[in-house]
């Protein structure tokens, strides 16, 4: 049986590298660990998830160093690092800042201390400007629309969609394994976070069409416990941008028949399609209020 997995992993390996992606990958294999703990899994040919609690991030292990993103806060990074570790002992010689969420960029001293540079879109800099944090390094590379980040014959496209999640966010994108690792604006088979903090829905949708243009098989995404898969389909982004869509619709709907009051909106606007998806009950209805103000206040 050890021999066979042992078969199957070199099997699954090769058509790896030899970019037959189709298939090739586990996408209903759960993260594994403990609930708050943190596990790592190898998606191929050195391409890493590492998870802490319910956030995510990749890194990719090359032959000239290994390119981070997301170090999340301190405590994460440290583990994160302690996990490389035991994978390589080539350097960090990249860390990718996703957006200018201290909850996801926090941490990335250990990195720093290791002559790791700090690549972000050109935003984050000014909001860490106007909310520093001690324990995260300012981007030392900074770009407006795109950025290609090589390293040891290995590439990670870097692009910004304007408005969406906050007003610096990138989509990240491995063009020759297919993958795109997305942060926050596609959560597979989960409503969206609570009231939607610094979210833009009209924005979010167009972003999410725009996404789906993209050249992409897979989707690594930035948040999801121990239980859900380490990779999802790309069909993903679509399946998040159609709950937004019959979201706002919903709302529309009901406040256009006359409900005004999000405490009324919030108990009568039902998703049943969603019933599945994880935190339906309790955010479902911050979901709602967060579309209630969008339509009622016009943001
Ligand atoms: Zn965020």
Same mark, same amino acid.
């Given at each position: 049986m050890k021999n066979l997995m042992l078969k199957l992993?070199?099997?699954?390996? &090769? &058509?790896?590298?030899?970019?037959?992606?189709?298939?090739?990958f586990p996408t209903q294999e759960p993260m594994g660990g403990k609930a708050f703990g943190t596990s790592v899994k190898e998606i191929g040919d050195g391409l890493y998830v590492f998870r802490w609690w319910v956030y995510r991030n990749i890194f990719l292990v090359t032959d000239e160093g290994v390119i981070v993103t997301d170090p999340l806060n301190p405590k994460a990074a440290g583990l994160l690092r302690k996990e490389i570790s035991n994978i390589t002992d080539k350097p960090v010689k990249y #860390?990718? $800042?996703?957006?200018? /969420?201290?909850? /996801?960029?926090?941490?990335?001293t250990v990195f720093k201390e290791e002559g790791a540079k700090f690549i972000a879109h050109k935003n984050v800099l000014t909001q860490l400007g106007d909310h520093p944090s001690p #324990?995260?390094? &300012?981007? *030392?590379?900074?770009?407006?629309d795109t950025y290609t980040v090589e390293l040891g014959d290995r590439t990670v496209e870097l692009t910004y969609f304007g408005l969406n999640h906050g007003d610096s966010l990138v989509v990240m994108r491995l063009p020759k394994e297919k993958i795109l690792f997305i942060v926050d604006i596609v959560?597979?088979?989960?409503?969206?976070f609570r009231t939607?903090? *610094?979210f833009w829905p009209d924005e979010w949708i167009r972003s999410l069409k725009e996404i789906e243009q993209l050249d992409f098989d897979y989707v690594i995404s930035a948040h999801g416990p121990e239980n859900q898969p380490a990779i999802d389909p790309a069909s993903v982004v679509a399946e998040q941008r159609v709950y937004l869509e019959e979201l706002m619709a919903a709302v529309k709907q009901a406040m *256009?028949?006359?409900?005004?009051?999000? *405490?009324? &909106?919030r108990k009568? #606007? =039902?998703?049943? =399609? $969603?019933?599945?998806?994880?935190?339906y009950d309790e955010w479902l209805p911050m979901n709602i209020e967060r579309i209630w103000a969008y339509y009622h206040m016009g943001w």
């Open positions: 992993t070199v099997v699954i390996g &090769l &058509l790896f590298s030899s970019a037959v992606m189709a298939g090739s #860390v990718i $800042y996703s957006h200018n /969420h201290h909850d /996801h960029i926090s941490g990335g #324990v995260t390094p &300012l981007p *030392d590379i900074t770009f407006e959560t597979p088979r989960r409503v969206a939607m903090p *610094d *256009d028949s006359g409900t005004h009051s999000p *405490d009324a &909106l009568t #606007v =039902k998703l049943p =399609k $969603y019933e599945n998806w994880r935190s």
